[in-house]
């Protein structure tokens, strides 16, 4: 559209009045509104003074398992995708080591998840890392990849929804296309298909949750809230509901009380952790006690979150069947 204005002025007016049209031209894109998604922002062209070759790939830094699947699907090879956590290690209250500030350091774009649950990386900014501490001459442009997620009471655990993970999936596509353009075909390429195969798996739950016997269930920690409200389920308590840290008694009180009066049969526990309060619940109440994943921390290749979502979706469909 703009090209056709240039052309047509060019052949309407002057080469001075082509010109005035350019300059004004820049001034209105100078005058955009920064993008609000991103904390900070420049592109491969401006940073590094000059330094970094074109061979080199841009290093993408995530911070939790998903995330890193979500960009690993977009990248595929044009980048070097890392995740910050280490596998089996949990993001809620996590503290950094000093190997993880020197990789924030080296990072050309950081991915966070966002609404409140990377706390620990507020810090390091200010803190930790002196403006001369960065490895490609500046701070990376860090993506909040739940920008447009519609949050419900602060909960971070947006990505147990698909159709959250989505609109992560956009933010970190546009994210790197800002910080690498050279390759903004291929990022935006692949995450087209990958957002695809987004929405089959949307469509798979949302078929197979319509045919449940039953919506209702009680989770270990308070992580299935976006799950429950796209798909019509209904997480009716969570034992824990403050990460890392043991129920009240009061609270924990108040879970039999639902579980009596909703006539639940089954609790949910996580993978990796044996929870002594579960178990007691469990005995107590003669209640069945199946996994369901968080997917906070796990393994990191492109095809997990979708394996262990669809992991979820078999456990739900056997214990809400019942
Ligand atoms: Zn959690």
Same mark, same amino acid.
């Given at each position: 559209?703009?090209?056709?204005?240039?052309? /047509?002025?060019? +052949?309407?007016?002057?080469? !001075?009045?082509?010109? !005035?049209?350019?300059?004004?031209?820049?001034? /209105? !894109?100078?005058?955009?509104?920064?993008? $609000?998604?991103? %904390? +900070?922002? #420049?592109?491969?062209?401006?940073?590094? +003074?000059?330094? @970094? $070759?074109?061979s080199k790939k841009l290093k993408v830094l995530t911070t939790i398992a998903p995330l890193y699947s979500f960009t690993?699907? =977009?990248?595929?090879?044009?980048?070097?995708?890392?995740?910050? !956590?280490?596998?089996?290690?949990?993001?809620? #209250?996590?503290?950094?080591?000093?190997?993880?500030?020197?990789?924030?350091?080296?990072?050309?774009?950081?991915?966070?998840n966002g609404v409140g649950l990377e706390t620990w990386l507020d810090k390091i900014f200010s803190q930790q890392l002196s403006d001369t501490?960065?490895?490609?001459?500046?701070?990376? /442009?860090?993506?909040?990849? @739940?920008?447009?997620?519609?949050?419900?009471? *602060?909960?971070?655990?947006?990505?147990?929804?698909?159709?959250?993970a989505i609109i992560q999936?956009? *933010?970190?596509?546009?994210?790197?296309m800002k910080a690498d353009p050279r390759n903004g075909e291929v990022y935006s390429k692949n995450a087209a298909a990958y957002i695809k195969r987004l929405e089959g798996l949307d469509r798979e739950i949302s078929e197979s949750v319509r045919t449940f016997k039953r919506k209702e269930f009680v989770s270990f920690h308070s992580a299935f809230l976006y799950l429950a409200r796209d798909y019509g389920l209904d997480q009716v308590a969570a &034992?824990?509901?403050?990460?890392?840290? %043991?129920?009240?008694?009061?609270?924990?009180?108040?879970? &039999? *009380?639902?579980?009596?009066?909703? *006539? =639940?049969?089954?609790?949910?526990? #996580?993978p990796r952790v044996t929870h002594k309060v579960v178990e007691t619940i469990a005995r107590d109440l003669k209640l069945q006690v199946y996994s369901l994943d968080t997917l906070e921390t796990g393994a990191?290749?492109? %095809?997990?979150? %979708?394996?262990?979502?669809?992991?979820?979706? #078999?456990?739900?469909?056997?214990v809400l069947n019942q």
């Open positions: 559209m703009i090209t056709y204005v240039i052309i /047509l002025s060019v +052949k309407t007016y002057s080469k !001075l009045t082509v010109i !005035l049209l350019l300059i004004l031209f820049s001034i /209105l !894109l100078s005058c955009r509104q920064p993008d $609000s998604r991103f %904390e +900070k922002y #420049e592109s491969l062209e401006t940073k590094g +003074k000059g330094t @970094s $070759s074109d690993k699907n =977009i990248t595929g090879d044009a980048a070097d995708v890392e995740n910050l !956590l280490p596998s089996g290690t949990g993001p809620h #209250e996590y503290s950094m080591s000093p190997e993880d500030v020197i990789k924030i350091s080296q990072a050309q774009v950081l991915i966070k501490s960065y490895s490609h001459g500046g701070k990376p /442009l860090v993506a909040d990849s @739940s920008a447009g997620v519609t949050v419900i009471d *602060n909960d971070p655990h947006i990505w147990l929804s698909p159709r959250n999936v956009t *933010n970190i596509r546009d994210a790197l &034992i824990q509901n403050f990460p890392e840290r %043991e129920p009240a008694p009061k609270h924990m009180a108040d879970v &039999i *009380n639902i579980i009596k009066a909703k *006539n =639940i049969k089954v609790i949910f526990s #996580e990191l290749y492109p %095809e997990w979150y %979708e394996v262990r979502m669809r992991a979820n979706l #078999e456990v739900l469909k056997m």
